[in-house]
């Protein structure tokens, strides 16, 4: 079956502009995951679906970022107002279950911020 | 707030010799450790876990608490070893089991 996908895979946006990125999670994976990655660092925890249980945001670094899940399908997430420290590759991993289990990674989306 | 600390961010070893990648975290309960890699044009994807205590692709890794450790080992570094390697640490019954990752090691396996 496929894996994780995202979209689009390289972004170019000027300053101010709002962003969305969209994040495919394997069939059936209930848990969905955020994760930004900046240049030479680890990757970042932004966000987190279970189910229709209530996300936990705690990761998210402003009021400019938000995200949305539908059920256990496609997820958005949506940065506003656009700034220079926001450049960096996005990924989105999913897992069939909470717990210690494996996320599966998507390829990331490469966001560039002019 | 945990973290989780690899001290080289580059790694190079001939072809044969044994590898060691250092990770060390700091969390005061039992955390989950896991073993992230990222070959060249692929996706982050998953090499190993500590409770699994098993051996993928020749590497293994020990969950060492008094030192706080969770080195990863292979004795005979191969060519396609080459790739980014992410310690990672998940804390059971935080809710969302989340990871939090180190900045990464760069392998390279010199032919």
């Known amino acids: 079956g496929a894996g994780v996908s995202q979209s689009p895979s390289n972004k170019v946006t000027e300053k101010g502009k709002d962003v969305e990125l969209r994040c495919d999670p394997i069939?059936?994976?209930?848990?969905l995951y955020w994760y930004r990655q900046r240049l030479g660092q680890g990757l970042e925890f932004l966000i987190y679906?279970?189910?229709?249980?209530?996300?936990?945001k705690s990761g998210l670094p402003s009021d400019r970022f938000s995200a949305e899940r539908t059920g256990e399908s496609v997820s958005t997430l949506t940065i506003q107002r656009t700034q220079q420290e926001d450049s960096a590759v996005y990924l989105c991993?999913?897992?069939?279950?909470?717990?210690?289990?494996?996320?599966?990674f998507g390829p990331g989306t490469r966001l560039t911020v002019t | 707030a945990q973290r989780v600390t690899q001290p080289e961010k580059l790694l190079s070893v001939f072809k044969g010799a044994p590898v060691e990648l250092k990770c060390n975290y700091s969390?005061?309960?039992?955390?989950?450790l896991f073993w992230y890699v990222q070959y060249s044009r692929q996706r982050l994807q998953l090499l190993l876990r500590?409770?699994s205590r098993e051996s993928i692709k020749g590497f293994t890794a020990d969950l060492n608490k008094g030192e706080t450790s969770f080195h990863l080992k292979k004795p005979f570094a191969q060519e396609e070893d080459s790739a980014m390697y992410y310690c990672?640490?998940?804390?059971?019954?935080?809710?969302?089991?989340?990871?939090?990752f180190g900045k990464g090691t760069k392998l390279s396996v010199i032919p």
């Open positions: 991993a999913s897992s069939s279950r909470t717990g210690v289990g494996e996320q599966y």
């Open positions: 069939s059936g994976h209930t848990a």
């Open positions: 679906f279970q189910g229709n249980s209530a996300p936990d």
């Open positions: 969390y005061s309960g039992s955390p989950e």
């Open positions: 500590h409770i």
């Open positions: 990672a640490l998940s804390i059971s019954g935080a809710g969302s089991y989340q990871l939090t």
